[in-house]
């Protein structure tokens, strides 16, 4: 399960695009984990994410943060979504300071993750990478497409959604900033980044027609 | 997913919520239009469902009855796996390996996503990858994970032969293997997602080795397959459960 890997696009669009969530392993350290998954969420929203959610509960743009917070449970696996370096490096920090022992994972470029974790005082663990997509690819829609709704790895987000949103923009019936928040929707977990859709619709409005095929 | 004819006012406001593009139209004995799901492709994802925008509220999902019911479990993430107590397709993997030190020094943890992104994969195609993999002998599918729990021998990667017409959203392939095994896995996923009618996505896992190292992903670069910029990262906060043997 690895939902927030594999998110597509240029290196620029892939700046400023940080996910960090926790979760306890199962059988090991679970048992009364969901305080810890609240403290996390707390200690997350105090930096200003873009994004927040718990795959049961759902994300900011569906329900309130108050809901997220009081719902975990010990399964819980808790997100949030930060648009950029500063604020992934405070929450880490602080995550450090509160020692609470359970797993802590951030997505983003590894490279800058690195750094960002060597300026918090952490030292990596594991890492995962992507080694791209393989088979049939012709299927695939256009990588403008693709960019949008591979931040959802659970495939919540449809090609189809974004195809309606860029032209309910186009045709003035939704604003950015709604149509990217109405992406952001259908990713349970709360780890769609709703500024970077804002971002890459914004860049690619005036490459698609009305009739998005 | 399916329709209620006697409800739907034929406003299409789901098909844009389709992840699988399974939702048409068609006309009823009245002659009216009404959206259709086609249930082969529909892999029971729920999300045109959650996303409440039926006007009629006629979109409805039937008790799920095996074998059909696999096509929710992998495409839900709110479904959890009765296996592996984790919702969604997989398992913690590398997430939680800071505490149960599942992935050592030494080793790479490899996944295949089936279907993934938003392709969806039948178990036929969900075998031939494992079966290719198996293939190559002292293959260890990852035992928490659904999709080894579907295989009825895990020595060849067959799968329960019920669910070759179900699809799936994604489901993953999970194994680890030690270092010197990468890029053998790499050559047979090259060579039978030739033979595949969907996508699948790659998962490279790497413990960071002294030297702030990952070894793995040099492996996968010398068979000539890059990996991407962006990546997840165990930050090492999670208090340790196991105790590692010594370096291989």
């Known amino acids: ?213 | 997913m399916k329709v209620d004819e006697a409800k739907c006012v034929g406003c299409g406001r789901c098909v844009s919520y389709c992840t699988m593009g399974a939702i048409g139209f068609v006309k009823d004995p009245y002659g009216r239009v009404c959206a259709d799901v086609n249930q082969d492709e529909c892999v029971d994802c729920g999300v045109c469902f959650r996303a409440d925008i039926c006007t009629g509220k006629a979109l409805f999902e039937p008790a799920p009855v095996w074998p059909r019911s696999v096509r929710g479990t992998f495409s839900n993430p709110l479904i959890e796996h009765k296996e592996t107590r984790v919702p969604g397709r997989g398992t913690e993997e590398m997430k939680t390996n800071d505490v149960t030190g599942r992935f050592k020094t030494g080793e790479a943890g490899m996944a295949i996503e089936m279907g993934r992104p938003g392709t969806g994969a039948f178990f036929r195609d969900i075998e031939k990858v494992a079966m290719a993999i198996a293939s190559l002998g002292e293959i260890h599918f990852e035992p928490k994970n659904p999709i080894t729990t579907l295989m009825v021998d895990q020595n060849s990667g067959k799968m329960n032969p019920e669910l070759m017409n179900e699809k799936v959203l994604s489901a993953i392939i999970e194994m680890t293997v030690p270092l010197e095994r990468v890029q053998e896995i790499i050559g047979a996923v090259k060579e039978v997602t030739r033979e595949i009618s969907t996508v699948c996505s790659f998962d490279l896992t790497c413990k960071v080795h002294p030297g702030d190292e990952t070894p793995a992903f040099d492996l996968a670069g010398e068979a000539g397959v890059a990996s991407t910029p962006n990546g997840k990262t165990n930050v090492g906060l999670g208090r340790p459960f196991f105790v590692e043997e010594a370096t291989r």
Not at chain 1, 53 to 74: A, C, L, S
Not at chain 1, 83 to 97: G, M, P, T, V
Not at chain 1, 133 to 152: A, H, Q, S, V
């Open chain 1, 1 to 213: 399960m690895s939902h927030t890997l594999h998110r597509r696009g240029t290196l620029e669009s892939l700046k400023n695009d940080y996910v960090v969530f926790a979760m306890s392993a199962k059988g090991v350290n679970e048992v009364a984990s969901s305080a810890k998954m609240k403290r996390f969420l707390e200690i997350v929203n105090r930096f200003g994410p873009v994004n927040l959610g718990d795959m049961r509960t759902g994300n900011r743009y569906i329900t309130t943060e108050q809901e997220i917070v009081d719902k975990t449970r010990d399964t819980s696996i808790v997100h949030g979504v930060f648009d950029n370096r500063e604020s992934l490096i405070q929450a880490l920090k602080a995550l450090k300071d509160e020692d609470m022992g359970i797993s802590v994972i951030v997505s983003g470029l590894l490279g800058d993750v690195r750094e960002c974790c060597r300026e918090a005082g952490l030292k990596r663990h594991t890492c995962e990478t992507s080694l791209g997509i393989w088979g049939k690819t012709e299927r695939l829609p256009d990588e403008d497409i693709l960019r949008f709704t591979t931040m959802c790895g659970h495939g919540q987000v449809p090609f189809n959604l974004i195809k309606k949103m860029i032209a309910e923009v186009k045709e003035g019936r939704l604003t950015v900033r709604e149509a990217a928040e109405e992406m952001a929707k259908p990713c349970q977990c709360g780890v769609f980044n709703p500024k970077r859709a804002e971002a890459m619709l914004e860049e690619i409005l005036c490459l698609w027609g009305i009739r998005v095929a």
